[in-house]
């Protein structure tokens, strides 16, 4: 069972048809029980980093969450569901994110480019397992004003170019993210949750 976390952020219905259709029998679920019971876990997020911080310190779910990451339960982060990784970002000052990555989200410096970034946008990968099956430079489908930066650059699993080359995935052990929407993406996007599900 895959456990899509309800804390009142994020597209939880197209997320969860998306990795129901690769063959994930997923649960939209803020159950503590549901949680560590899953096989895996997928982290939606959409809006400010502090919003989602706020909402999901409000379900209780964060300590057993960072458990389950901490004993090896694979988890796919999406969007600000990435975000929530790092420390902290600067869109919400002085709230701290889930800490599981060191690094800080910042602002895109996009130049003359519009913010937020919305639309389709190539990815560069390298041989990250969430991108298996997938070659050449894919488009992935974009809607963000900040991005991840890792203080261990190992992790980055994928980038983007908009303005500056932004963080588009990040991959650590089973800490999987990415900051586009797979479930929006077409099936280069499908092909993704297909391979998470499959891990």
């Known amino acids: 069972m895959i456990i ?3 804390y009142g952020v994020g597209n939880l219905y197209s997320v969860a ?3 129901s259709f690769v063959g994930g ?3 939209i679920s ?3 029980d549901d949680l560590k019971r899953a096989e ?3 982290l939606p997020g959409v809006g400010a980093f502090g919003d989602c911080m706020k909402n999901l310190s409000a379900t209780g779910l964060i300590p057993a969450l960072k458990q ?3 004993n090896g339960k694979k988890i796919l982060g999406i969007c600000v569901g990435l975000q929530i990784l790092f420390a902290g970002s600067d869109e919400s000052s002085g709230v701290d994110g889930l800490k599981i990555f060191g690094g800080r989200v910042k602002k895109i410096r996009a130049g003359d480019l519009k913010i937020p970034h ?3 946008n190539c990815v560069t990968f390298g041989g990250s397992k969430l991108f298996a099956g997938l070659s050449g430079a894919p488009y992935f489908y974009f809607v963000h004003s900040y991005h991840a ?3 261990d650059k190992k992790i980055i699993a994928a980038t983007t170019d908009y303005g500056e080359k932004i963080t588009a995935a990040v991959e650590f052990e089973n800490i999987f993210a990415t900051q586009f929407h797979p479930e929006k993406s077409g099936d280069v996007g499908l092909q993704v949750l297909k391979n998470f599900v499959e891990l």
């Open 4 to 6: 899509l976390i309800d």
């Open 17 to 19: 048809k998306a990795a």
């Open 25 to 27: 029998d997923v649960k």
């Open 30 to 32: 803020r159950s503590i």
């Open 40 to 42: 895996k876990i997928i």
């Open 68 to 70: 389950e990451i901490s």
């Open 118 to 120: 919305m639309g389709w």
């Open 149 to 151: 930066l890792s203080e």
